[in-house]
């Protein structure tokens, strides 16, 4: 079965600086992937979702990357605010069918200004 | 806006308890989920629904069940609550077309 790996417990940086999270998976190749802001005590929110045939995909300040050869995935926030202080979790189809989701057990960010 | 309520923030149950945690979606999605959610541990799939009066096991199913008797609601069941189910519940929802999931703000459900 697919098994997802966020490298990082939790990164701390600078305010200011690009921030880098890191989303690795095994087996085949998800259709999409999607990342997700949580906060303490709170549901996670829907940031962005990139498909199999999409290298890049950006919103704002935030970056998405997919490397299927790599099976991985970066997630970028540029120009760092301590606001953007969470726990961020990527997510991708299980099965071919796409049907439902797993999660990584998610990176903290801390943002220090 | 996509809302997702559930029906209690926190909630405290004794051992061998009934406990029933519901979730509402007001956009008229087919597909909801219930997940737990312990540290290091990440977000586990606990049952899942793509319709009315439909359900499918998740990842852990063992001491729940569910119910969807209508679209915009789907009830998870402790049977007989015990210590090891303390944890947050989440549920989310998504709609046709897109894979995006709205998650509901938790129940942290706490069993002694």
């Known amino acids: 079965s697919q098994k997802i790996e966020q490298n990082s417990e939790a990164l701390n940086i600078q305010e200011g600086k690009t921030a880098t999270l890191t989303c690795n998976y095994t087996n085949y190749s998800p259709a999409y992937l999607q990342w997700y802001r949580q906060d303490p005590g709170r549901g996670p929110v829907f940031l962005l979702l990139?498909?199999?045939?999409?290298k890049e995909k950006r919103k704002e300040r935030l970056k998405v990357t997919f490397d299927t050869t790599l099976k991985q995935s970066l997630f970028h926030i540029t120009a760092s605010q301590p606001a953007d202080s969470a726990t961020y979790l990527c997510?991708?189809?299980?099965?071919?069918?796409?049907?439902?989701?797993?999660f990584g057990s998610g990176t903290r960010l801390s943002i220090r200004p | 806006d996509v809302k997702v309520t559930q029906s209690s923030r926190y909630l405290v149950k004794r051992t061998g308890e009934k406990v029933f945690l519901e979730c509402v979606q007001d956009?008229?999605?087919?597909?909801m989920f219930w997940y737990r959610q312990d540290p290091g541990l990440g977000l586990r799939l606990i049952y899942f629904s793509y319709d009315v009066k439909m359900k499918e096991k998740g990842d852990i199913p063992e001491g729940y069940s569910v119910s969807r008797e209508k679209k915009e609601r789907f009830s998870l069941i402790l049977e007989s609550a015990s210590t090891n189910q303390t944890s947050m519940y989440l549920c989310?929802?998504?709609?046709?077309?897109?894979?995006?999931?709205?998650f509901g703000p938790g129940t942290r459900l706490t069993v002694t």
């Open positions: 956009m008229d999605h087919e597909n």
């Open positions: 990139i498909r199999e045939n999409e």
């Open positions: 989310a929802s998504y709609g046709p077309g897109t894979y995006e999931q709205y």
């Open positions: 997510a991708l189809d299980e099965d071919s069918s796409a049907s439902k989701i797993i």
